[in-house]
C-alpha cells in the first residue's frame, strides 16, 4: 500500500486497490508520514543541555575543578560542529585526570558525534560509573544504547533518568525517542502526552506554549501524539481523535511541513481524499523552506509528499496519473522503496504485470523487509496460480509484521485462509481446492474464537481474492457464511447500524435501487446481466442508482449502464470515502452484483 506519512516513514497506510494492492494496498504503501524510516531523527539536544550545565558549574566550582571552564568550552566547540578543536581539549584533560567524570563524559558524546558507538559507550559508562545518580549522564547512556541497536537498556536507563530528574524535558525527550525503537508505542504515547501536560499545552487547543522556548518540543510532541493516535498505537483514542489533533497542531504551526503530511495521512485515513490532497500539496510545498527540517529530510519530505499525492489518484481509480506521480518521484531518487512498491502496484492494476515484478523484486531488492512489496507480489502471483508461491512471500510478510506491528498482519491471515487457485487442470483438482478452502476457513474460524486479529480496511490488507468456489457446480451457502463470521469477527466496526443511514420507510415515494460492482465496463458478464434489469425496472416504483466502481484505463460503466439509469455516482477504491458516498446516496436497497467474485 502507499504509505501514510507518518500511516509511518511510517507507512501505511496502503495504497488504492487493485488486483495487487493499491493504495497502504492498496498495495500502495499507506499515506506515510515522513518521520520513522529508521531511527527517530531527533531526541534531546544533548550537547547543548550539557554545555549549559558546565557553564553552571564552572561559575559554582572553578576554583575547585580548573578543568571544568575548558570543558565548557569544549562542548561548545563541539555544538558549534568544530568537533576536531573539541576533542583534542577532552583528551588534554583527560591525560592530567584520567577519571574526570565530565571529561570521560563528554569524549564519550564525540566519539558517539563521530560514529564510534562502541567507545562512546565505553566513556560514558565509565562516567556514569563514577556519577550513578547523575540524570544527564544517564540519559546520554541511554540515547548511546540507543544509537546501537539495544533500545531495551536505554529505555531501562532513560527511565532511571526521568524517575530522578521528572522535570528536565531533554531527558525526557530522550526517553521518548528510544520508547519508539523499542517500540513501547502506548508508553511513547503516554510520554509524549505528559510531556505536553508539562510545558503547558493541550492536544484539544491550538494555542501555542507561552515559553517560545518550548515550541520546538511542542511541535514534535503534538505531532507524535496525533500520528500515534492514527496508527491505533494510543490507548483509548480515535482515528477522529488523530484527526482533530493534527488540526489543532496546523492551526498553531501552519508552518510546519511534517504536520501537513500527518494531517493529510489523518485525512486519508477517514477517506478525506480532497482533503488529503491538498494537504499533501502544501506539504511538498512547505518542505523546501521548513526551518525545523535538515537539508536532506527536507528532499525526503518533499519526496514523501508526491508518493502520497499520487496515491490518492491511485485510489480514485486513475492509475497511469498515479504512475507518473510515482515515477517522478523515482527520477529524484531511484531507489525509493515506497514509490516502487507502489508504482508496482498501480502497473497492476492497469495489466502490465510482467513490469510489475520487475519493479516489485526492485523494490525487495533495495529493503528485503519491505512488506507491501512483498505481499503485492503475493498477491501477482496468487493471481496467476502459483499459491504456494504466494503463500511463501505472505508468511515472509506475516513473520516481519508480527515483529514490527501485529495488528497489520490480521489481513494477511485472512488473505492466506481466502485465496483459492484461479485455474486448475481438471475436475478433481477442482474439487480439492475447493476441500483445501474448507481447511483453510475453518482454521481461521478456530484461530478467531481463540485470539483477536482486528483488521481496519479490508480494501487494503485483504484487498482482492480470487473467489472461484462456484466453479465446482456445488453447495456453497455454508463456505459463504463461514467466510462472512471470520469477516465479522475481524472488521467489527463494519457490522450493525451504520451512523447517519437511517432510509425512511417506502410509502408514498419511488424506493431507491441501487447496483454496485467492480465489473460494469463494456462487455464484463455483470454488466452485461445487469443491464436489462436497470433498464426494464419500473420507474414509478423506483429510482435505480447504478454504483460502478472505478475501472483503470476505462469507463467505469458501460454507456447503455450509464444512459439507461436514474443516476450514477462511480466509487473509488478507498473504502472510507465509498461508505460516505452510499451513506450519501440514501439507498433503500443496495445489490452487490459481485457476489459470485469477490468475499467482500
Not at 54 to 81: F, K, T, Y
Not at 171 to 182: G, P, Q, Y
Not at 446 to 452: A, D, G, P, V
Amino acid at each position: 500500500p502507499y504509505m501514510p506519512l507518518a500511516r509511518r516513514f511510517r507507512a501505511t497506510r496502503s495504497g488504492a486497490q487493485g488486483r495487487a494492492r493499491t493504495a497502504g494496498s492498496r498495495r500502495t504503501a499507506a499515506p506515510r508520514t515522513a518521520a520513522a524510516r529508521g531511527k527517530r531523527q531527533e531526541g534531546s539536544r544533548t550537547m547543548v543541555v550539557w554545555a549549559r550545565t558546565l557553564l553552571l558549574a564552572a561559575v559554582c566550582a572553578a576554583a575547585e575543578d580548573p578543568h571544568l571552564a575548558r570543558l565548557r568550552q569544549a562542548a561548545q566547540l563541539q555544538n558549534a560542529g568544530r568537533l576536531s578543536e573539541a576533542v583534542p581539549i577532552y583528551e588534554e584533560v583527560l591525560r592530567q585526570v584520567p577519571s574526570h567524570p565530565d571529561a570521560l563524559h563528554l569524549s564519550g558524546l564525540a566519539a558517539l558525534a563521530a560514529g564510534d558507538a562502541v567507545r562512546a559507550r565505553e566513556l560514558v559508562e565509565r562516567a556514569s560509573s563514577l556519577r550513578p545518580n547523575d540524570p544527564t549522564m544517564l540519559s546520554n547512556l541511554g540515547e548511546v544504547y540507543r544509537s546501537i541497536g539495544d533500545a531495551q537498556t536505554g529505555v531501562a536507563l532513560l527511565k532511571r533518568a526521568v524517575a530522578i530528574a521528572p522535570r528536565d524535558l531533554g531527558v525526557k525527550r530522550n526517553l521518548i525517542a528510544v520508547l519508539w525503537d523499542a517500540q513501547l508505542y502506548a508508553e511513547f504515547c503516554e510520554a509524549s502526552r505528559e510531556l505536553l501536560v508539562q510545558i503547558g499545552v493541550s492536544l484539544d487547543s491550538p494555542e501555542r506554549a507561552a515559553d517560545p522556548n518550548f515550541h520546538f518540543i511542542e511541535r514534535r510532541a503534538r505531532f507524535d501524539v496525533a500520528d500515534s493516535a492514527q496508527r491505533h498505537r494510543c490507548s483509548g483514542v480515535t482515528e477522529d481523535d488523530a484527526f482533530r489533533w493534527f488540526e489543532n497542531a496546523l492551526r498553531a504551526y501552519p508552518e510546519d511541513a511534517r504536520l501537513w503530511i500527518g494531517s493529510g495521512v489523518a485525512a486519508h485515513a477517514k477517506g478525506l481524499l480532497d482533503v488529503a490532497a491538498e494537504r499533501y500539496e502544501r506539504a511538498y510545498t512547505l518542505a523546501a523552506s521548513d526551518a525545523t527540517l535538515a537539508d536532506d529530510q527536507r528532499h525526503q519530505f518533499v519526496l514523501q509528499a508526491r508518493v502520497n499525492r499520487a496515491a490518492i489518484d491511485h485510489e480514485r481509480g486513475l492509475s497511469e496519473l498515479a504512475i507518473e506521480g510515482y515515477e517522478a518521484v523515482l527520477t529524484l531518487e531511484p531507489e525509493h522503496t515506497q514509490a516502487l512498491n507502489n508504482l508496482g502496484a498501480a502497473l497492476v492494476t492497469v495489466g502490465r504485470h510482467d513490469d510489475a515484478v520487475t519493479v516489485l523484486e526492485k523494490c525487495l531488492d533495495v529493503e528485503p523487509g519491505q512488506v507491501q512489496a512483498l505481499t503485492n507480489l503475493a498477491a501477482h502471483w496468487a493471481n496467476e496460480g502459483f499459491l504456494e508461491r504466494a503463500s511463501l512471500l505472505n508468511k515472509r510478510a506475516i513473520s516481519l509484521y508480527l515483529q514490527r506491528d501485529p495488528r497489520r498482519a490480521a489481513g494477511l491471515f485472512a488473505r492466506e485462509a481466502f485465496a483459492i487457485r484461479p485455474i486448475v487442470e481438471d475436475a478433481a483438482a477442482m474439487y480439492a481446492a475447493r476441500l483445501d478452502f474448507a481447511r483453510r476457513v475453518a482454521s481461521l474460524e478456530w484461530l478467531l474464537q481463540r485470539r483477536s486479529l482486528i483488521i481496519d480496511d479490508p480494501v487494503v490488507e485483504v484487498e482482492h481474492v480470487h473467489f472461484y468456489l462456484p466453479y465446482p457446480g456445488l453447495d456453497d451457502r455454508p463456505l459463504q457464511e463461514a467466510v462472512a463470521r471470520c469477516y465479522e469477527k475481524m472488521i467489527p466496526h463494519l457490522a450493525g447500524p451504520v451512523e447517519g443511514l437511517a432510509p425512511e420507510p417506502v410509502r408514498g415515494r419511488r424506493a431507491r435501487i441501487g447496483f454496485l460492482s467492480k465489473l460494469f465496463a463494456e462487455h464484463e458478464p455483470h454488466g452485461l446481466l445487469l443491464e436489462g434489469v436497470v433498464q426494464h425496472l419500473p420507474r414509478d416504483r423506483f429510482v435505480v442508482v447504478v454504483l460502478p466502481v472505478a475501472s483503470p484505463g476505462r469507463d467505469a460503466a458501460s454507456e447503455l449502464l450509464r444512459t439507461s439509469a436514474d443516476e450514477l455516482i462511480e466509487l473509488g477504491l478507498n473504502m472510507r470515502e465509498n461508505r460516505f458516498s452510499l451513506i450519501n446516496a440514501k439507498l433503500d436497497v443496495l445489490i452487490f452484483a459481485d457476489m459470485l467474485s469477490e468475499p467482500m
